[in-house]
């Protein structure tokens, strides 16, 4: 390991339109370093999918993301309901997600499948009624 | 007029500033997109690399300090032989135009030995999108590419939305191409015997004239401003029909193209987006690379507010013009031009690839960048994050920038100088009172440099440094 940088960002819940803001800076960020575009899409649409599933289940959270020489590792953490069933949440299409949220065209089952199609690593730490810590990784 | 540079300069801009007129003020790099002008010494200056030929910053400067650059009508004299390519916003200029000809007969009056209508060659290109978009359905959506300050912006910015831009020539190009086979035809010239020269609505096509991308070498001679043709041709106008020469071949499709959702119209399709102004183009762009717009099949993407009636060398207002063109084109046919009636189009489609500049990264290597950047996170962490643009950069992230890519310094943060000389001033206070007790009896001079002294502290002290500790959603 040489050296890391480490963002931190403050998810605020319940405000649809400032999701985004973070895998957006985060982008540009790697855009910065020079990390090669395949891997910053990577990034982008796994945090973004991340940063939806907060607003809409949890209340917000933070995100932490670090970039070292051989990955990009980033920590949702929530302190939301948890998740129940982490193998149906898994499943395409499956969605709890409440209807005038789904009527926004979110919601549709694919936040945690797309967080792990689109990452090398994906673990999910969850506690009902604690919350919730994902930790996803593109390797570099 | 600048000399240009005849090599192929890929940063070549069409921007200049007149450092007469230059207040050294903040207003230009404030509204840069691309956050490409600093103020150095009370003067702007413009960083090729990042300058995408917007021309917003010619909009917004109050001193007219920045000029854009094109070629001066006199260009005709240096040809045997001339072709006028009047882009379609050149007729939206005009009150009550009723017919296309007036305009084009005007011009060979005022000097042309020809014209061809760019948008007669625009019909061309929206053939061939029609089909590359149908047979590449797959790979949607595509960009347009008939912009040249979009496919700058997507060059530095956007890597993974190179592959989306649509990989034909912009109808300019077209129209050059065929009116310089078709004079060399008639006329019997060679070809740098014949110039062909842009009546264009902005001066983003002046660089895309002798750099351009997509291609090697455009066929565009000269590129003269419509604000500097449209008051020559109004003597010249005669609204009497039947002295003027049928010289018009285009329609509804060709001509649309001057308005913003034209080359969207073109396509005849319905899932697609068009958007202008530079700034909600940057903001579809963003949405598009996070894969968050769905459904499309082609976005038009257009710097100027309102499309190419937007432009910086256009003499009307872009809305007015807008509905101008709308009511031109009401009794045109959809479209007057088919490629298979071109021959002289041999290639309508990209022959170069456009490659990705980085221009924005920090360092040479990953580890090099990683490294600045952590310096860039620390210098940022100490400014005041007030973003007002005193050191002469637009934010104060950016100033961190320049200072880790070495082109600045902290000390042009008025905020960190003012704590700097605080400190000093403290210092001196500190070696001030050593001084008074090693001293003995009074000295009426050291006192008042003393109260002087402790002024100079209280003073720059209640100025204190703006909070950084307001609300962040980044740390």
Known sequence: ?140 | MEKYNPEKNKFMRSVRLKESACQGCINCIKHCPTQAIRVHNGKAHIIDKFCIDCGRCIRYCPHHAKIPVYDPLSVINNFKYTVALPAPTLYAQYNNLTNVDIVLNALLKLGFDDVYEVSAAAELVSEASRQYIKDHEAEAPFISSACPSVIRLIRVKFPSLISRLLPIKAPVEVAAEIARARAMKKTGLKPEEIGIIFISPCPSKVSYAKSPLGIEKSNIDNVVAIKDVYPLLLPHMKHDESQLKPLSHSGRIGIGWSNAGGEAGGLLAENYLAADGIVNILRVLEELEDEKLHGLTFVELNACNGGCVGGTLTVENAYIATTKTKRLVKYQPVSKNHLEDNPEVENIFWADNVEYEPVFRLGNTFKESLKMMSDVENLTARFPGLDCGSCGAPTCQTLAEDIVRGDATPNDCIYVLRANIADLSRKIEELAGKRRQSADGDDPDAELFDSYIRTLTEELASFGVPDRSRQRREK
């Open chain 1, 1 to 140: 390991m040489g050296d890391q940088l480490i963002f931190t960002y403050i998810v605020d819940g319940d405000d649809f339109t400032r999701a985004g803001e973070a895998s957006s800076s985060v982008k540009n960020k790697l855009k910065m370093l020079g990390v090669d575009s395949d891997v910053i899409r990577k990034v982008a649409i796994a945090m973004y999918e991340g940063e939806i599933n907060m607003v809409i289940h949890a209340d917000g959270g933070t995100i932490t993301v670090s970039v070292s020489d051989d990955d990009i590792t980033m920590v949702l953490s929530d302190s939301g309901p948890g998740i129940p069933d982490i193998e149906k949440a898994m499943q395409e299409g499956y969605s709890t997600a409440k209807e005038e949220v789904r009527s926004l065209g979110f919601g549709a089952g694919m936040g945690l499948p797309n967080m792990k199609r689109f990452t090398d690593e994906m673990n999910i730490d969850t506690v009902i009624g604690q919350g919730t810590t994902i930790t996803m990784k593109v390797y570099l």
